[in-house]
């Protein structure tokens, strides 16, 4: 594998933070969340961003450090906000400096891991599941275009991290 950075993208609640410490672990690459990242370098958590500033002000933070890591070099695994993708520099930068791994979940499945969640401000207060639907519907092409795309239902983090790893043989 030439590529020394992976980059794990999907929608919120597909298992990118859990299954990228387990990548990250089997590599012997270090871990790297990128809202925890953004958590640091604001000071503050990202609904505090999303409710002083707007959704706006958040991407272009997520932008930012996803560029910082992106350009620091070495090897490591990424694990990207859901909608880090939305944007094309993003997307662009991705592309040229790792491999995209898309973790595939159903919209059922992430209601039920996210059913009690409050730290999702997209999706928080009511039509949950519109919201959900409509953002995942958009992100949609973007996840699609994943070097490699694991389906994620029904299959534990230890098996989707196993899988990742075979499909990464080809890389």
Not at 156 to 165: C, H, K, P
């Amino acid at each position: 594998m030439s590529k020394k950075l992976l980059i794990l993208t999907g929608f919120m609640g597909s298992g990118k933070t859990s299954v990228g410490k387990i990548v990250a672990k089997r590599c012997g690459y270090r871990f790297v969340d990128l809202d925890a990242e953004i958590v640091s370098a604001a000071g503050r958590a990202i609904n505090d961003i999303f409710a002083t500033e707007g959704e706006q002000a958040f991407r272009l933070l997520e932008s930012a450090r996803l560029e910082q890591i992106l350009t620091a070099g070495g090897t490591c695994v990424i694990a990207t906000g859901g909608g880090a993708v939305i944007s094309e520099q993003n997307r662009a930068l991705m592309r040229a400096r790792g491999v995209i791994i898309n973790l595939n979940v159903s919209l059922d499945h992430v209601l039920s891991r996210l059913n009690k969640c409050t730290d999702r401000p997209l999706l928080a207060g009511e039509n949950t599941l519109e919201r959900a639907t409509k953002l995942m519907n958009e992100r949609e092409q973007f996840y699609s275009d994943a070097d490699i795309r694991i389906d994620t239902d029904g299959k534990s983090v230890e098996d989707v991290a196993t899988e990742i790893l075979c499909r990464l043989k080809g890389f």
